[in-house]
């Protein structure tokens, strides 16, 4: 079955004043359609990056220098911007990380989410309000009247959030993007957001792309995950055997040094070192340098990403002859 | 060599390493190039003008061709000459020379100016630190009168103290002194009382260092920037200011040569004797904006993540 | 009610600055001059009549006693009486006050209408070479000495071309021809009312010269705040979202950025306003328009004593007024203002 979203090779770099510096060094990764595929990684890793590329909403210094990225088999990077403009919230709808600088803040609401949905669908203002109102309704906000008379910051950080997943389904997209959509808000409002994008997206079919460095996230909503590191996939699993059964070291590294009442009493394990900082002048594996299995043949030469037995990959020398005769 | 290179050694000391670059335009390598070259012919441009400016305004009495003329004695027989081999911008109604009276003219407005941003930067800049710094009911009274006088258009402040006070230039000097001392105040506040969070400031006030030195040593220089962007900029704005008292008949008094004055007194000779009013016009603005250009790119250079 | 408020309280604010210029003005008045006595009576005054003016003028209470006399006149509208024209300040202030209204209307409106396009057509350009020529465009406006762009477009545009009028607001034969009738004190609103096309023709030929030269000063102001607040609002993450769910570039970048950077924009647009109070000075004196200015101009070299005083009074109130206008403005269109 042909995924949703294929990547391929992707390559990005940001040309700046002191030379080019590579965020993403040619990562794969597939979505189907209706799962919820995570992104995992730490800050700098390149998943943000990514996920703006898809859209081509890459600021300006960046730039994708190879690859492809696939939607229904056709590449997003090689379209136009008028045809990108109209798959941008139409067909693909992204969310970000702080959804009160996210919204407009001098006009309501219920202005924006019509702008939105008017840009793409052919409705009169009073069809297009009484939908809006609607989907404010089915993303749990409250008094939705209010709500769509009200300015961005008369809304708490949940409600604007909210808001935020509204104006992304209103014209029921094929594939969500959501890059940290919960990094921002209260510890509290992340399980109800996170169990919302599930919910919806269960509900209509929605592929999801959510991007995190929260492991606990992934656990909770993701079919299947992808781990970053520099700029690179290293491992790529459902998330079930993703966190049970790790096979890369970066994350069995993760895995351990989360805190559980199992450990009570003993020191936090730490991955000893810190990322690199230009990953892309790095030859062999990216995580070379703080493996604890680390071997020569590490530092010379890159491992690719073996898949293994039931769809897991991990890109380690470690698992290459599991992977050969599985 | 540009002239962001003169600064950068000093700069980039401060500057922290930015791993984010600074977002520019969609340009290529050429065009970024010419972009670049471009602004530093502006630089270099508003510098050397300037250095010519305050060349005229000290060794006037040796460059200019009629320094006598140019100090206001009267040459009856040649009034209002269109320009010539002899006189390259024409005469005046009395028969001096224009060129001599231009650049005699540099001298009130760089000195006058220069003036009144110094002293309007002493009184200014300490009271606008101490009113940052303090905070409490010592900052509410010097904001008070601040933005009391801040309330005034400037430059009729100004004229009312000057038509009061009796004009002549030294008058006109004090008088926009006390219109223009605020914006400083209000500058340096601002910045002190977002420098004043900083840990660095609480540090050496938990070690015990007395005010006087925490603000003279660790405040003010980090407030330099943008006052020196704001006074770079003030001294064309002033200059402007004195002209305009002075084509009013409120600043410099004849015989002393003035650019304002000139334009004041050409106006009635403008149908026969156009060079008369144009060449003083042009000097004020080729001035101005040598100081205008010259702040934006020490704006620039000071801080490059702004988009100016 | 949050918005009244705010008003109110802006307003409370706004009187007690108006206040505290009085005081200001009074010591230049009172304080400043040796002999304010001899001031006001003008520079041909005998001694006995300097003697007999301290006295009536009461200089010799104590000061705060002064004072709230100064205030009492100020508060009955009086501002004493001009040694020129001997008749009322007040009377001579507002009697001039539509000329030079007229004129700063329309400078302002020439400069909002070109500054706001010309800085978001710039901010547009920002990197790419026309940019330079956008951005000397906005710098020379700032440059140029007003009094003397007015002579260089006389000299150009009227006696040069003849193009345009070189001075008043109206040719004087018109008095006979067709007479502007006095209804607002507005010629143009006035000869429009009244259908008088031909002296709306003349009135208008009049006004261009000197307003652009007005204008001039804040087209620059205007066009570099709004070129750089557009550039400040297109970096934010609103516009990212607005592009990210593919609205047209005409919608983000005229409307969705725009409200948005207009807001400090209004700011300016009050500065230039009290910038263009005292540059309506030099452009009444160079074109001889027959307005708040030129009188004004007229009180200095004349040594007026109180029309010079009624008139700095007067346009420190006017200022202050304005700003709150547009304090005030800025509230009504910004929805955060106004819950401070």
Known sequence: MQPLLDVENLHIAFDTPRGTLKVVNDIHFTIQKGEIFGIVGESGCGKSVTSLSILQLLPKPGKVTQGQIRFHGEDLLTKSHRQMRQIRGDRIAMIFQDPFTSLNPVFRIGRQLSDVLRQHRDVNKKDAQKRILSMLDSVGLPDVERIYNSYPHELSGGQQQRVMIAMALISEPELLIADEPTTALDVTIQAQILRLIRDLCDDHGISVLLITHDLGVVSEVCDRSAVFYGGEVVETAPTQQLLAHPQHPYTQGLLSALPTTAKKGQPLTVIEGTVPANPGMITGCIFASRCVHVHERCTQEKPPLYTLNDGQQAACFLVESEAQHG | MSISKLFLGKQSEKLPDNPIPPPSGERTGWQHTLYVIRRDVLAIFSVGWILLMILCALLAPVIAPYPDQGRGRNDADNRLLPPSANNVMGTDELGRDVLSRLIFGAQPAMVASLIVVSVAMLIGVPLGAIAGYYGGWVDELIMRITDLFLAFPSLLLAMAIVSIAGPSLINAVMALVVSWWPWYTRLVRSTTRSLKEEYFIEAARAIGVSDVIIISRHILPNTITPIIVQATIDIGTVILATTSLAFLGLGTQPPNADWGLMIDQGRQFLRQAWWYSLYPGVAIFLTVLAFNLLGDTLRDIFDPRQYR | ?340
């Open chain 3, 1 to 340: 009610m949050k918005k009244l408020e705010y008003t109110l309280r802006r307003l409370f604010l706004s009187i007690l600055v108006l206040l505290g210029m009085t005081i200001i003005t009074f010591s230049l008045t009172r304080v400043v001059p040796s002999n304010p006595a001899a001031l006001y009576l003008g520079t041909r005054a005998r001694p006995e009549q300097i003697e007999a003016m301290t006295e009536k003028l009461g200089l010799n209470d104590p000061l705060p006693q002064q004072y709230i006399r100064y205030l009492g006149n100020l508060l009955s509208g009086d501002l004493g009486d001009s040694l020129a024209t001997k008749r009322p300040v007040v009377t001579e202030i507002v009697s001039r006050l539509p000329a030079t209204g007229e004129l700063l209307i329309v400078a302002l409106i020439i400069a909002i209408g070109i500054g706001i396009p010309l800085g978001v057509f710039s901010a547009q350009l920002h990197g790419k070479p026309a940019d330079i020529f956008v951005r000397a465009f906005s710098i020379i406006g700032v440059s140029v000495p007003q009094f003397w762009l007015g002579l260089l477009l006389q000299l150009i545009f009227g006696l040069a071309l003849e193009w345009f009028p070189l001075a008043s607001r109206v040719d004087s034969t018109l008095r006979f021809t067709s007479p502007i009738q006095d209804i607002t004190g507005f010629f143009i609103v006035d000869t429009l009312l009244t259908g008088n096309w031909i002296a709306f023709q003349d009135v208008a030929w009049h006004l261009i010269l000197p307003a652009i030269t007005l204008a001039a000063y804040p087209i620059g102001l205007i066009a570099r705040m709004t070129r750089a607040t557009m550039l400040e609002v297109m970096q934010q993450n609103y516009i990212r979202t607005a592009e990210a769910y593919g609205l047209s570039y005409r919608l983000i970048v005229y409307v969705y950025a725009l409200k948005n950077a207009i807001i400090p924009t209004l700011t300016v647009i009050g500065l230039t306003f009290a910038y263009s109070l005292t540059g309506a000075f030099y452009v009444e004196i160079i074109f001889n328009w027959p307005g708040l200015g030129l009188f004004t101009a007229r009180s200095f070299l004349n040594l007026d004593f109180p029309a010079i005083m009624g008139v700095t009074l007067f346009g420190a109130f006017g200022y202050i007024i304005i700003n709150l206008l547009i304090d005030l403005l800025q509230a009504y269109i910004d929805p955060r203002v106004s819950l401070e």
